[in-house]
């Protein structure tokens, strides 16, 4: 197919996309809306074929060696005791806590700066509109330019204005009542490197979990429908949530009181986007605006990644976008529907309303942090079944000579 690519979105899966679609000889052109790279973002982690990804990159080993030193989750009481705890075992596979733990805006950095080297980035500009003809697509910005692609790839995130415009009302998301709020704030000197999750009454929960940058990163979460607080500004949302966790008990005065000084405060009410199709004539979607699974099903990142580059690989190896995208979904749909099928109970079961669900809860979580118990469970479930199979598609040589990692 012919050359000129534009990616909309420079996160996880549009700098993965411009990485390999720069390698693999394409003309890539990257717009982001906001004004900057954007650095801000908490704990993510990427599993199975998602690392295998980044091994091809060459980037596998500077991720782990850029990772958040997080040893394992507890779940702990009001006193901060631990009642149930599951240390990182790299021998049991992935746990609550995977092997390869990262700060989002670490991970979009590591991928963005080699990225760069093979497309052409504009911060601050958005696309408006989209016309289609057979030869073409013609794209006009916010910033006043009109251009011509030979593809328009979105990678905007659960919320993609661009996906709305080209696919009006494709997306039958769905909720799953769960609002979350994540930011950072001061370390202090009990912070463990564990992650450690207190439930309090009514649904709540506080996390807070260590990074690399002398900082703790914390996370409220709520179990309720969903009443369109996404929307609000991050002063009214700060509001509800200083109302909501006032007497939450644990940590939640330390937490509430760091949330009104920090910079980065990141809010949404979980919801996962369901399309159909992820694609049409010369546009296709990938990534969270696809098909964000919610971080419930602990796998966003790793579909980000793996997305990106089957995408990229599809359309290296076809003449026409047609093929490519439709061989693009093939290979993804499997996995994405896997990982999508956390069941809407989870966040029930997780974020308990009553004093005696949480301890329900704790009993269970004892019994299956228990070594044997754990030993037994990895043994049953790989969790890769769904996963694309990688070996159709090679790495570029380039990305060879990038290779940094052991093999
Ligand atoms: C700032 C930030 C913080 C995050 N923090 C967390 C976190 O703490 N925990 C967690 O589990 N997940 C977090 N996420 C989501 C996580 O990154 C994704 O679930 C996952 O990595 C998939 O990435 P993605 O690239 O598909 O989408 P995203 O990471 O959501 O990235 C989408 C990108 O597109 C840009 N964009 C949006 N609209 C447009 C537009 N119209 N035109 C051009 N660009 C646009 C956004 O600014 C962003 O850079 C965060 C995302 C962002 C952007």
């Known amino acids: 197919m012919s050359r000129r690519i534009l990616i909309t979105g420079a996160s996880v899966a549009g700098n993965t996309l411009a990485w390999w679609l720069g390698r693999h000889g ?59 705890r599951f240390a990182m075992d790299a021998s049991l596979g992935d746990g609550p806590t995977a092997e390869m733990e990262i700060l989002r805006g670490d991970l979009a950095r590591l991928l963005y700066d080699p990225a760069r080297e093979h497309a052409i980035y504009r911060f601050g500009d958005h696309v408006t509109r989209i016309d289609e003809a057979a030869d073409a697509a013609t794209v006009t ?24 415009l080209v696919f009006p009302g494709a ?37 807070l979990r260590p990074d690399m940058h002398g900082t703790t990163r914390a996370m409220l979460s709520l179990r309720q429908p969903p009443g369109g607080e996404q ?36 809010f949404d009410a979980l919801r996962q986007v369901r399309m159909t ?39 290296a190896r076809h003449d026409d976008v047609a093929p490519a995208f439709a061989a ?33 809860l704790h009993g269970v979580l004892r019994i299956a942090s228990r070594p044997g118990i754990r030993r037994l469970a990895s043994r049953f479930s790989t969790g890769r079944s769904k996963e694309p199979d990688l070996s159709g598609y090679p790495a570029p040589a380039v990305a060879r000579q990038d290779r940094g990692d052991s093999p």
Not at 180 to 202: E, L, V
């Open 26 to 84: 394409f003309d890539v052109t990257v717009v982001e809306r906001a004004s900057g790279f954007r650095d801000g973002g908490q704990n993510i982690d990427v599993r199975g074929v998602g690392r295998e990804v980044l091994r091809r990159m060459g980037l596998e080993r500077a991720a782990l060696d850029q990772g958040t030193g997080e040893e394992g989750t507890a779940w702990v009481d009001g006193r901060g005791r631990a009642v149930a």
């Open 328 to 360: 693009y979904e093939r290979a993804m749909r499997p996995m994405v529907e896997d990982g999508q099928g956390v069941p809407k109970i989870a966040p029930k079961i997780m974020n308990p309303r009553s004093r005696l669900g949480i301890g329900v």
């Open 231 to 266: 929307d609000w500004d991050a002063v009214r949302q700060k509001q509800f949530l200083r109302e909501r966790f006032a007497d939450a008990g644990w940590q939640a005065d330390r937490v509430l009181a760091g949330m009104e000084t920090t910079t980065d405060f990141y």
């Open 277 to 315: 199709r992820w694609s049409g004539g010369r546009v296709a979607v990938t990534g969270d605006a696809a098909w964000c699974a919610t971080p419930l099903a602990g796998i966003g990142t790793t579909l980000a990644i793996t997305g990106a580059y089957v995408l990229a690989a599809e359309l």
């Open 141 to 164: 910005f916010a910033g006043g330019t009109v251009e011509r692609y030979d593809a328009v790839l979105i990678a905007e995130g659960v919320g993609s204005t661009t996906r709305e």
């Open 171 to 207: 997306n039958d998301p769905r909720w799953m009542d769960l609002t979350i709020a994540y930011f950072t704030i001061p370390r202090t000197s009990d912070d463990d490197r564990m992650w450690r999750w207190f439930n309090a009454p009514g649904g709540r929960s506080i996390s």
